[in-house]
């Protein structure tokens, strides 16, 4: 079966950086686009950015472009998400995804059929 597992989260101060990792299993990882999503208690579940399968194109979420920066080795099963100038808003649980599609532009959680557990980011202002 499919086994995303996120790593990397914990608590980092407002301005500071963390770098979420992604283990991918049961799946053939270099025939999936895969993304990253967030969602912090109360709020809607947000797409924060997506990678084609061949890492040749990228998506990101207005709020994260210039700051955020999503990655993959295929020859490890990985995804990443490295993350700079954290801001305390940005606290959440991540989650890592993986999909058939990409779609140009959005991040969109409807594109995405396999989902991990989830690492948690907190940001201390």
């Known amino acids: 079966q499919v086994q995303l597992v996120e790593s990397g989260g914990g608590l980092v101060q407002a301005g500071g950086s963390l770098r979420l990792s992604c283990t991918a299993s049961g799946l053939t990882f270099d025939d999936y686009s895969m993304g990253w999503f967030r969602q912090a208690p109360g709020k809607e579940r947000e797409g924060v950015s997506s990678?084609?399968?061949?890492?040749?194109?990228?998506n990101y979420a207005d709020s994260v472009k210039g700051r955020l920066v999503i990655s993959r080795d295929n020859a490890k099963n990985m995804l990443y998400l490295q993350m700079n100038s954290l801001k305390p808003a940005e606290a959440a649980m991540y989650y890592c995804a993986g999909g058939s599609i990409l779609r140009s532009g959005a991040v969109l959680a409807a594109d995405f059929a396999y989902w991990g557990q989830g690492t948690q980011v907190n940001v201390s202002s």
């Open positions: 990678i084609k399968w061949s890492g040749s194109r990228t």
